[in-house]
């Protein structure tokens, strides 16, 4: 029969030697890294003016068909791996025939 220091120690050594077996076991799978904000703005420009339509195209792109107005709140961020993340609240379309200004109230 074993005494109850030698059953303490072998306890013991069984818990280190599966704990270590345990743990060591995801030492090989690969680093995971959490992507980073390459970018982030809170501030979005309106398009009114010579912006709206294919008049004046900036870079090959025309405007909005409908000027509007810069929103309230604007949380955009790109991060490292190419995730684009864009949260507008109060965006307004200008007041034109098909969308008046009283549908935005």
Do not use: Q
Not at 33 to 54: C, H, L, Q, R
Not at 63 to 77: C, I
């Amino acid at each position: 029969m074993l005494s109850p220091r030698s059953l303490c120690v072998s306890s013991f050594v069984a818990i280190t030697a599966l704990s270590s077996i345990a743990l060591g076991g995801g030492a090989h799978l690969p680093k995971v890294e959490v992507p980073k904000v390459a970018i982030a703005t809170n501030v979005m420009y309106g398009v009114d003016g010579p912006f709206v339509g294919s008049a004046s195209p900036l870079r090959g792109i025309s405007g909005d068909s409908l000027p509007w107005e810069s929103p309230s709140m604007v949380d955009a961020k790109l991060t490292t791996d190419g995730f684009l993340f864009i949260a507008v609240r109060g965006l307004v379309l200008g007041g034109t025939t098909c969308c008046p200004r009283t549908c935005a109230s």
